[in-house]
């Protein structure tokens, strides 16, 4: 169920956030037209003053270039609010959508897709309309393989329980974690790689030519030489300017010798310190809050150092932006020129590498981690009537209104269930398009949760953890020359060579040897199961072969059966998805048919 509050909340901040987008954007539109006003004063004054000789002239340019580059400065201040605002607004209404059945805007994790895995496929795991797509919230590559596989492969029931109390921490802070995922949102994946590869191989060894003596004394020289020149042509003028001319030729031919260098570790990170920024706040965030729960303290604890991280990742990020100048050619070139200002800036970055790539690396990979965790967080916050499953240790399910959580909650049908003490293969037997595969997977797909660490459809839900292994969409595959049975036959292979070897096994099917003859299907269906009730191997088997639920005769106390079933009023028929106990005695094949024209005696 969704909470009424949460979308109250949703169209609240959607209000606010409109209000303050509008009034950003005026404040841009303003530092745009005094930026226009600062260069037009300056032509004026250049105009006015022209005769006054290059002393007057050197004045005006250089009050013109501070005024401007103030100005600079506050608007990007103020874009970067706006673009923060304005990925804020689209992260809620993504929220609000969702809410309304649409699609989320996050990877939908259909690069994680694998039919040969044990239950991915058959469970809707990842790809479009999957639990994957409906629950992400991470952006990063390490987040999104962090949630994947907690999603791929049940964890230990310790990992489960320390999940679940991290998430309910944060599930508290939902202003706070929404400002999380804005500040990630709108960077590109691929470039966090870059950042990783930067510090790791690229850098240590690009920067070995700015620690030799003589280039830093070249830096410090020429700069000191150049300014002190102008100073004394600005207020001499004569033959000075001529000597100004001289040092800033010396100063280009020096930098032209580096230039290969510095283009090179520009190329590679100069346009990712929107990310480091926005990684800083997050790291920030996550040093200077007072975590309770074990997990997540534990992960802060690994960014605890001599230095606080953020400051020297928001350092690096200043390093970068300083190198980024180079980008307007009049600045880069008044600066490279009389300060060697490139140079300088990769003195600071060589000085800065020394003593932090390390920590940077380890600083992504926390942030990756609290991304994967928030997925769920906001899960939990969206959905505040779904509750944390309860993690047994032995063999153990019981279940309270079920329900699959990707259906809508007006449509959604909800089901008790729970193990036998001892251990059953439980078959269902039903109708077609009665429920009998739905609630495998309602089972299944909540069980992935669970042992996700995530909050699962249900009012109640217990479990010991299960590996799962299922049965359900088999397809034939030309590439491989592989027909329906025999992709069957290979399943059920995978399947007892799993369930022999772990005892922790439970098995979902739905209708096994679709692609044989029925009598091939019946037998090869019962000696498959009686090998399951031999190994005490767990599951569900929907079937619509009610000789399987004959089993029962046989196997009174490891075979139990449970129906869906359809309700018939004169010649029309409906469903209520709800499963029963015993074998099924109503089908609707013949009313089917008969609705075609077909009779059957």
């Known amino acids: ?62 009050l013109m270039l501070l005024a401007f580059l103030i ?17 804020k607004l689209q992260l809620v209404q993504n929220e609000l959508d969702m809410i309304n059945g649409n699609a989320n805007i996050y990877n939908n994790g259909s690069e994680y897709q694998n039919q040969a895995h044990f239950y991915m496929d058959d469970l809707d795991v990842f790809g479009a309309h999957s639990i994957f797509a409906y629950i992400n919230r991470c952006v990063s590559f390490k987040g999104l393989d962090l949630l994947a596989n907690w999603l791929k492969k049940p964890s230990a029931k310790a990992e489960i329980e320390q999940r679940q109390v991290a998430v309910e921490e944060l599930s508290k802070l939902e ?9 990630l949102f709108s960077l590109e ?28 004394i070249f830096i410090n020289a020429i700069s000191v030489l150049n300014v002190l020149v102008f100073i004394i042509a600005a207020i001499y003028g ?105 140079l300088r800036c990769l003195k600071r970055l060589a000085k800065w590498e020394q003593s932090n790539s390390g920590l940077i690396i380890n600083g992504l990979n926390v942030v990756s981690e609290f991304e994967a965790l928030i997925s769920l967080a906001v899960l939990s916050n969206n959905h505040s009537a779904w509750i944390n499953p309860k993690i047994v240790d032995s063999y153990h399910i019981k279940s309270i209104a079920l329900g699959h959580p990707l259906i809508k909650e007006k449509d959604r049908i909800v089901n008790d269930f729970s193990l036998a003490q001892n251990i059953t293969i439980d078959v269902i037997t039903g109708s077609n398009m009665a429920g009998k595969s739905t609630f495998l997977r309602t089972l299944g797909v909540n069980m992935v949760l669970a042992f996700a660490g995530a909050k699962v459809c249900a009012k109640v839900f217990e479990t010991s953890v299960f590996n799962i292994l299922s049965y359900m969409r088999i397809k034939d595959s030309l590439s491989n020359q592989t ?9 059920l292979k995978m399947i007892l060579e799993h369930t022999k070897i772990d005892a922790n096994s439970f098995v979902l099917i739905d209708e096994m040897l679709r692609g044989t003859n029925s009598r091939d299907k019946y037998l090869g269906s019962k000696v498959f199961i009686k090998k399951l009730i031999a190994q005490q191997t767990p599951g569900l088997i929907a079937t619509h072969d009610l000789q399987i639920a004959e089993l029962e005769k046989e196997f009174p106390q490891q075979l139990r059966n449970y129906h869906f079933d359809i309700q018939i009023k004169g010649e029309e ?24 024209g077909l009779q059957i005696d």
């Open 1 to 62: 169920m969704i909470d009424k509050n949460i979308i109250e909340n949703y169209n609240l901040l959607v209000k606010e956030l409109d209000v303050n987008i509008t009034e950003i954007k005026k404040a841009i539109n303003s530092l745009s037209y005094l930026r226009l006003g600062v260069f037009a004063f300056a032509v004026l004054l250049s105009y006015l003053f022209f005769e006054s000789g290059l002393q007057a002239l050197s004045i005006i340019f250089v």
């Open 71 to 87: 100005l600079v400065k506050k608007q990007v201040k103020k874009q970067h609010l706006f673009n923060l605002y304005k990925t």
């Open 175 to 183: 202003n706070e974690i929404l400002n999380f995922r804005t500040q």
């Open 189 to 216: 994946s691929d470039k966090v790689k870059v950042i990783e590869y930067f510090f790791t191989a690229f850098l240590p060894k690009k920067l070995d030519f700015i620690k030799v003596i003589s280039v830093i």
């Open 238 to 342: 004569s033959f000075f300017w001529s000597i100004l001319g001289i040092c800033l030729i010396m100063s280009a031919v020096g930098y032209l010798l580096y230039k290969k260098q510095i283009d090179s570790i520009h190329e590679n990170i100069g346009n990712s310190v929107s990310i480091l920024n926005s990684y800083a706040d997050n790291i920030k965030w996550i040093e200077n809050t007072n975590w309770q729960s074990q997990l997540l303290v534990s992960k802060v604890n690994t960014l605890k150092s001599d230095k606080s991280l953020h400051a020297e990742i928001a350092e690096l990020a200043k390093i970068l932006n300083s190198l980024n100048t180079r980008l307007n050619p009049i600045v880069g070139l008044f600066l490279n020129l009389f300060l060697q200002w490139d």
């Open 483 to 491: 027909s329906t049975f025999k992709a069957e036959i290979d399943r």
């Open 573 to 596: 028929m409906y469903f209520d998805y709800l499963m029963k106990d015993g074998e099924c005695k109503t089908f609707n094949a013949s009313i089917l048919l008969k609705n075609i």
